[in-house]
Each structure stands twice: as structure tokens, then as C-alpha cells.
């Protein structure tokens, strides 16, 4: 991966304002409009969207193996992601294996599946000592694991993003999708937390 992956975020606050006032400018778009817009975009992007796709994919595994396949047109089975120009890849944990996100460079994140990214997924500090130190990283999130279970870092860029399939709590066979969604949190999805 190069840095040419990854934008500042102040290299993308000028990008994004000058094509605004193009559009403005050329009758296309109100600025009021596109406040709707933002505002319709942000208001469909939260992590319970993600759970959604953790409880199908716990609990169908033609689904999972889709999921972990193609995760962008798996979770577009669910409405998630429509439009989105991200490639989603889906990393699952197992018993030997645990997964957690980071973007090196800024702080690429599937906004649709995850919310708005807490502060600490954007602070230099997770960006660089997660890589170096993960198991260090999880324990100070309050995730210890066995020495026995490797972890496996991924680095998302602008064209592709990353979420964790985390593993299903024991004792959970007999709750519904919906019930299992509740489980899930943001956190797990990064794979800063167990669920």
C-alpha cells in the first residue's frame, strides 16, 4: 500500500468543498439539498447495521460464506453499502485467530456499517501502536487473550475497508437474529472487543 491510498482529512475537507461550490455554482445542487443529503446519509450509518450482518451471518452460513467471500455484495443483500465505491472485506475470528481494524494513514472506516468512527479509531496513537503492539492495544480495550491466539492487523485504505465477523458467544443458540444484533458491538466490529 502507498501513502497515494490514504488523504488527509484536510486535502479532503478542500476537495469535497470546492466540488459543493461547482455544483452550487452550476445549478445542479442547493446547498440546502445537499445538507439533506449528508444529513439521509449519516442518519442510515450506524453499527447496528453491521450487527445485522454479524446475527445472518452467525446464523445462516450460506450467508457467512458469502459474507466472507464478497463482503460488499453480502451485505448489499441486507441494504447495506448501496452506492458505495469501497470494496468491504469481512475478517472472521476464530478460536486461534482474533482481527482488528485500523487505518494507518487517517482513518478509513465503513461509515454505513459502523457509525460515525469513535475519536480513539482516528488518534495517532491507536493508528501506530496497534500495529506494533496489538495484544498490548486489546488488554488496555479490555480484551485479554490467550498467548495462544494470533492477531492479525489489517490496514484499511480508501479502497477498502475492513469489518470483523466476531465469534458467537456460547449459550447463544436459542436467541433470534434480532436478538443476537443486540450483542454486537461497535467495538467487535473494529475487533476491539470479543462482541
Known amino acids: 500500500m502507498t501513502s497515494g491510498d490514504h488523504h488527509t482529512d ?9 466540488l459543493e ?11 440546502e439539498r445537499l445538507d439533506e443529503a449528508i444529513d439521509a446519509f449519516l442518519a442510515e450509518s450506524s453499527p447496528a447495521n453491521g450487527a445485522r450482518v454479524v446475527a445472518r451471518a452467525w446464523t445462516d452460513d450460506a450467508y457467512r460464506a458469502r459474507l466472507l467471500a464478497d463482503g460488499t455484495a453480502a451485505v448489499q443483500e441486507l441494504g447495506c453499502m448501496e452506492g458505495s465505491f469501497q470494496r468491504l ?3 472472521e475470528n476464530t478460536e486461534s485467530l482474533h482481527n482488528v481494524i485500523v487505518c494507518t494513514l ?4 465503513p461509515l454505513r456499517l459502523l457509525g460515525p468512527s469513535p475519536s480513539w479509531y482516528k488518534s495517532e496513537a491507536y493508528r501506530s501502536r496497534v500495529v506494533r503492539e496489538p495484544r498490548e492495544v486489546l488488554r488496555e480495550f479490555g480484551l485479554t487473550l490467550p498467548d495462544s491466539v494470533d492477531i492479525t492487523v489489517w490496514d484499511s485504505s480508501a479502497e477498502t475497508r475492513y469489518m470483523v465477523l466476531p465469534r458467537r458467544p456460547q449459550g447463544t443458540e436459542g436467541l433470534t437474529e434480532e436478538e443476537l444484533a443486540a450483542l454486537v458491538t461497535r ?9
Do not use: M, P
Open 10 to 18: 484536510a486535502t479532503i475537507a478542500r476537495r469535497v468543498r470546492r
Open 21 to 31: 461550490t461547482l455544483l452550487e455554482e452550476k445549478g445542479l445542487i442547493t446547498g
Open 89 to 91: 472485506r469481512v475478517v
Open 106 to 109: 487517517c482513518s478509513c472506516y
Open 187 to 195: 467495538n467487535a466490529l473494529i475487533g476491539t472487543a470479543a462482541v
